[in-house]
């Protein structure tokens, strides 16, 4: 069976320290792969998609990039976290043909 | 572009009762996915439910039922004898076609099931 998983699961951080969220996936091949953020009392914001190696689309312009290095690996990075990077982050899966995206357990950052 | 509204900011049903959250979405194109997906207190993101635009009939995965209305654009999800655990935060997600397979979610609501 498919399996997600997402570390840390806690993270407080200092302004303007860089960050490095991973996550893999087991048990499939070729996922496309999703980062969302989730601010606190808010629905979810998708950052950044994957469909393959090396492939990256960004939703929206912001202080964080993401990178896919290997086809079950998916890294969510910032050089200098801001205040506003504060959030849960979560990293999702599906088939490349799929329909339902399933979820790691989320990262919970908090930048001070 | 798509998008996904859900009004009700929070709802309280009794133990053992039903209850249908609301969810309408935009969209010019024919083939979509419409999701119900579940978020508890513990922050994971649950997948319950799962209806196509072309689907001819309303999904049904256990006690959650999805009231699917196409002309109406609306995929209001339907909890069946509700139970203590239901109580979480609730979220409609729509998938665009185009090959991206990205989600776009409403902004959630909360359900409290009371004893």
């Known amino acids: 069976s498919q399996t997600i998983h997402q570390w840390p699961a806690t993270l407080v951080q200092p302004v303007g320290s860089p960050l490095s969220l991973e996550c893999t996936v087991e048990?499939?091949?070729?996922?496309?792969l999703y980062w969302y953020r989730q601010a606190a009392g808010r629905g979810l914001q998708l950052l950044f998609y994957?469909?393959?190696?090396?492939?990256i689309s960004s939703e929206v312009p912001q202080n964080l990039s993401a990178s896919r290095p290997q086809d079950r690996q998916f890294i969510l990075s910032s050089k200098k976290l801001l205040l506003s990077d504060s959030g849960f982050y979560l990293c999702?899966?599906?088939?490349?043909?799929?329909?339902?995206?399933?979820f790691g357990q989320g990262t919970r950052l908090t930048v001070v | 572009a798509q998008k996904i509204t859900q009004t009700q900011p929070g709802m309280f049903v009794q133990e053992k009762e039903a209850v249908t959250l609301d969810c309408t979405y935009d969209?010019?194109?024919?083939?979509?996915?419409l999701f119900w997906y579940k978020q508890p207190s513990s922050g994971e993101m649950i997948f319950l439910i799962y209806?196509?635009?072309?689907?001819?009939q309303n999904a049904t995965e256990g006690r959650y039922s999805l009231n699917f209305q196409k002309a109406r654009k609306s995929a209001n999800l339907v909890i069946s004898a509700s139970q203590l655990g239901d109580s979480a935060m609730y979220f409609c997600?729509?998938?665009?076609?185009?090959?991206?397979?990205?989600?776009?979610f409403g902004k959630g609501m909360k359900l409290t099931v009371n004893p």
């Open positions: 999702a899966w599906s088939g490349a043909l799929g329909t339902e995206a399933f």
């Open positions: 048990g499939t091949s070729n996922p496309n």
């Open positions: 994957s469909v393959g190696i090396g492939q």
């Open positions: 969209t010019s194109d024919p083939s979509y996915g």
């Open positions: 209806q196509g635009s072309y689907d001819q």
């Open positions: 997600a729509m998938r665009p076609p185009g090959g991206s397979e990205k989600l776009v």
